[in-house]
């Protein structure tokens, strides 16, 4: 079983250094995002993206946080409160169970966590099954490189080798996108 991101380092999930490399508005500017879409933030954290993907979905449109790990939800949960959010649903998942309906989201989103799962292809899957037809998968996740923030590189996934496992579950690879050196964000559809 791979080894899974613990809460108890949650503050390095967002500070200073963080947001210099890894700013939120910028990945908002790359993903397909629309007002009244339904995006499932499969792995949000403490909702890193998942406040940013709220405000612009606006009213119309819901953002699915959802975690395996109950502590992330509760600082994603206070968090929601704190910015007065009212389009955000908390869902405490399996990794391969989403526990949302069948088709309900125009885009699926996960953030940092391809480089964990145990088992891609299941999930994947579970990745088609809520999406939409035409819908997007959005995966963003640590490039692999050497460096001294995030996981060490043994645990990195290759861009290369992501695109494969899409390939291989039917997805069609819309366009890869680089943050830095340290980010890739790959955008795929049904």
Not at 132 to 154: A, F, H, Q, S, T
Not at 159 to 164: M, S
């Amino acid at each position: 079983m791979t080894k899974k991101f613990k809460a108890k380092n949650m503050a390095k999930l967002d500070n200073p250094m963080r947001r210099k490399i890894l700013p939120p508005n910028r990945v908002m500017e790359m993903i397909p995002i629309e007002k009244g879409y339904y995006i499932a933030d499969v792995g949000c954290g403490i909702g890193y993206f998942t406040i940013p993907m709220a405000k612009a979905v606006e009213e119309g449109g819901i953002i699915y946080a959802i975690d395996i790990n109950d502590k992330m939800l509760e600082e994603t949960k206070r968090r929601i409160e704190n910015e007065n959010l009212a389009n955000v649903e908390i869902i405490h998942s399996r990794e391969n169970d989403f526990r949302i309906e069948d088709q309900s989201v125009d885009m699926v989103f996960t953030a940092t966590v391809f480089h964990e799962l145990d088992e891609p292809k299941s999930f994947l899957e579970e990745c088609k099954r809520v999406l939409k037809n035409e819908g997007d998968l959005v995966i963003l996740d640590w490039n692999r490189i050497e460096e001294d923030m995030g996981p060490p590189i043994y645990k990195r996934k290759d861009v290369e080798y992501v695109k494969k496992c899409v390939l291989d579950s039917s997805f069609e690879v819309q366009k890869v996108d680089f943050i830095g050196n340290s980010f890739y964000v790959i955008t795929c559809t049904v």
